[in-house]
């Protein structure tokens, strides 16, 4: 079996096939609900046993990578609007019920990615962005402001539909359309004032705090396709990450 990257032979044999599962996913080489060969092909495929395509699979499936259903077969998992919500949407309501959010587009237009946002997307200065902003409702209230930002050279036909609730979260646009499945996120939080555009969705106090999520979003192959700022009204909700 060829060492999937020069540092390689250096992990363990199960997490070397797993490495080479992730890149044939993220590449393409098998599509989100495809079923993928039994653990006798890809052990006879990857010159393995069976035992250590197992263990990889295993840890595929903890990732969320794969899907393995007993008597069936092994599937590539696939983003659901529950699925994306359960993975990656972490407000809660002050009692840690969890709340499904609706979402409205208010604008979509393109722009020349700032500094900022072509170190945390790994762009150059002044690619153009796909800039999209909607607002949250939870609990049938505004909460949620948030700013979308992606690549176009990425996602190069990217549209949302305008002022109306949109049906599908956009990690599963993003799978559906352009075949890009988010495998995690990085997100960093902050304490921010509300601007008076903000104040004016929100129904909100100019000024008001508000508890900004920087999020970028990560592909199956490591790129970051995504930034999302959302800035949050936490009178009615709260975040909640669980950590193993």
Not at 215 to 223: L, Q, T
Request: hydrophobic content about 40%; glycine content about 6%; some cysteine.
């Amino acid at each position: 079996m060829a060492a999937p990257t020069g540092q390689a032979e250096y992990l363990p044999l199960y997490a070397q096939v797993k490495a080479l599962l992730v890149k044939r996913i993220g590449t393409g080489g098998w599509k989100p609900g495809q079923m993928l060969p039994s653990e006798y092909e890809l052990a006879a495929e990857y010159n393995v046993s069976q035992g250590t395509v197992r263990k990889a699979l295993i840890s595929l499936e903890t990732d969320r990578m794969i899907v393995r259903r007993q008597g069936v077969g092994t599937f590539v998992a696939r983003h659901s609007r529950d699925r994306s919500l359960y993975q990656f949407f972490r407000m809660v309501g002050v009692d840690d019920a969890r709340l499904i959010p609706a979402s409205v587009v208010l604008s979509q237009k393109e722009q020349p990615a700032t500094r900022e946002q072509a170190q945390m997307l790994s762009v150059k200065v002044g690619a153009m962005l796909h800039t999209i902003v909607r607002i949250r409702t939870l609990l049938d209230k505004p909460a949620i402001y948030e700013r979308i930002f992606v690549p176009v050279e990425v996602m190069p036909n990217l549209s949302v539909e305008m002022h109306s609730e949109m049906d599908d979260e956009m990690y599963v646009i993003y799978q559906e359309t352009f075949g890009i499945s988010i495998f995690r996120v990085n997100e960093r939080l902050s304490a921010v004032a509300a601007t008076v555009e903000e104040a004016k969705r929100l129904d909100i106090k100019t000024g008001l705090p508000l508890l900004e999520i920087t999020r970028v979003a990560i592909d199956v192959g490591g790129r970051p396709v995504e930034l999302r700022v959302s800035r949050c009204d936490t009178r009615r909700c709260r975040y909640a990450a669980e950590v193993l």
